[in-house]
């Protein structure tokens, strides 16, 4: 039977579920609408962040730029205010060089004022005693213009007396200057020398093309090591089978010489090999420089010398002076002094000593200060050497006066071995520049018409005209001449200053 309750019951449940459900989805919708709300704000935020920091660094970057062209606007601000303050300093340095100019000018006008007043005002004095006597003598009487007369023919004979004299006192010297020549002249005659050796650079010889590559090594790593161990530099070029080895160091050219035959021998070459070898290279150049020593004395016979000294004779071998082996230079030195001392009488140990010990300051290194000559003497003092050959060797260059004759005699053998033919080189260049300043150094003075520098710079021949210059100017130039090229010049020996003043007349017979 049909009830209505339960139909009405049914409903209202069917729609408590209906309005159930419906508030569900209300509130899901509303949440849902909650969620994209809060999305977009948070859209919204963001674009909000992200234009202030796009609009940030466009004004960072702005800033920047602005800055960059104000620095590099304050860097040519600065480099044109440095080239105009060089610019200024430039000047101001030409104007101090101007301002000296005129100021040693001004001097020298002086000087020259002040010799011209002191010779106008000679002048007047001897103008003044000329008339003064000129009157007297118009006083005078017969005896004493006779007395005047006498006098003065006493005084011609006085002056050709003094000329005589000097040309006795001068055949007197030339005879002994020719007897001291021949006596140099023997003893430089019975001493065998070597020439002079080129002294820059050693030349390697390697077996094949290819151990260039082994001694430059991967990246070049033991080239470098060489180098630097040895100091010296290695120079591979594309001569065959070839290797320089430069320095100006003789020891340190050496040593790398000796280093790399025995490397290329050997064939392995490595940095850690390279190290030892250059050692055991060192060591054995330690050896040999005791033996040169020894073998120096051996050949003059000497004994009785220190260890010390010894060793330093030694190292000469490893010196040189303008391509002259120093001890070769030694030896040759103390048998020119002991053959200079058998001529005079003296004694020849001291002399073969004075010579030897003479330049053995050069060996040693820059902890002793001073000129070799005096380094030399200190040790040489310093071991008990004889005070004559201490003298000698401090003096040979005339930084203390001598003291005994030897002192002498060493200087005299030094210009001897270090002025001989073949002694040591010298280049053109040097020769020529040599030769011209000597010539350049005459013509400066007044009168001189030409110069010729002749046998090899040794002597100049200086013409003069006879117009501008008389005998006793002739005179004084060759002195003056010569002090200014002892004090301008640097030069081996001496050199011999002719001046030549003549008149010639000619006529041809048609």
């Not at 053109?428 to 030769?435: A, E, F, L, T, W």
Request: hydrophobic letters at 40%; one cysteine or more.
């Amino acid at each position: 039977m049909y009830n209505p309750w339960a139909l009405i019951l049914t409903f209202l449940a069917g729609a408590a579920i209906v309005a159930l459900l419906f508030r569900v989805f209300l509130k899901k919708s509303v949440e849902l609408q909650r969620k994209e709300a809060g999305e977009k704000a948070n859209l919204v935020v963001r674009e909000a962040e992200l234009k202030a920091l796009q609009v940030k660094t466009e004004a960072e970057l702005e800033a920047e730029r602005n800055r960059a062209k104000e620095d590099s606007r304050l860097r040519e601000w600065e480099s044109e205010l440095q080239a105009r303050e060089k610019l200024v300093k430039s000047r101001i340095e030409g104007a101090d060089e101007i301002e000296e100019r005129l100021e040693s000018t001004r001097q020298e006008i002086h000087r020259r004022e002040e010799s011209i007043c002191a010779k106008e005002k000679e002048l007047d004095k001897f103008s003044r005693l000329y008339r003064m006597r000129l009157h007297s003598m118009s006083q005078w009487d017969e005896v004493r213009v006779k007395q005047a007369l006498m006098d003065h023919a006493r005084k011609e004979a006085e002056d050709e007396v003094q000329q005589l004299r000097a040309e006795v006192l001068g055949r007197s010297e030339a005879e002994v200057e020719d007897h001291a020549k021949r006596t140099l002249l023997a003893a430089m005659q019975r001493i065998a020398s070597n020439p002079a050796n080129e002294a820059s650079a050693t030349l390697v010889r390697l077996e094949t093309e290819e151990m260039k590559g082994r001694i430059i090594g991967r990246e070049g790593r033991n080239i470098r090591t060489f180098e630097s161990i040895t100091g010296t530099t290695l120079m591979i070029d594309e001569s065959p089978e070839t290797v320089l080895v430069s320095s100006f160091d003789p020891v340190r050219r050496e040593v790398a010489r000796l280093a790399l035959e025995r490397l290329t021998k050997d064939g392995r070459i490595n940095p850690a090999t390279i190290e030892e070898t250059v050692s055991r290279c060192e060591e054995e150049l330690t050896r040999s420089i005791q033996e040169w020593g020894e073998k120096a004395l051996r050949e003059l016979r000497l004994h009785s010398v220190a260890p010390e000294i010894v060793e330093l004779l030694g190292k000469l071998h490893y010196r040189l002076s303008n391509n002259q082996n120093t001890l070769d230079h030694s030896i040759e030195v103390a048998f020119i002094c002991s053959l200079l001392a058998a001529e005079l009488g003296l004694d020849q140990m001291l002399a073969k000593r004075a010579g030897l010990f003479h330049d053995m300051g050069k060996s040693v290194t820059h902890e002793y200060e001073g000129s070799h000559a005096k380094v030399g003497a200190d040790i040489l003092r310093r071991y008990g050497e004889e005070w004559q050959v201490i003298n000698a060797v401090a003096a040979h260059h005339d930084e203390v006066p001598d003291e005994s004759v030897y002192a002498g005699l060493v200087k005299v053998a030094d210009g001897l071995s270090a002025m001989r033919p073949g002694a040591r080189t010298d280049t053109m260049d040097s020769y020529i520049r040599r030769v011209k300043s000597l010539e350049e150094v005459a013509r400066r003075f007044k009168g001189v018409q030409d110069a010729y520098a002749i046998q090899a710079g040794r002597e100049v021949r200086v013409i003069v005209s006879p117009e501008e210059v008389d005998d006793e100017e002739a005179k004084k130039l060759a002195r003056l001449l010569r002090q200014r090229v002892e004090d301008e010049l640097n030069y081996p020996g001496s050199i011999k200053i002719t001046v030549i003043r003549e008149r010639r007349f000619s006529e041809t017979a048609k």
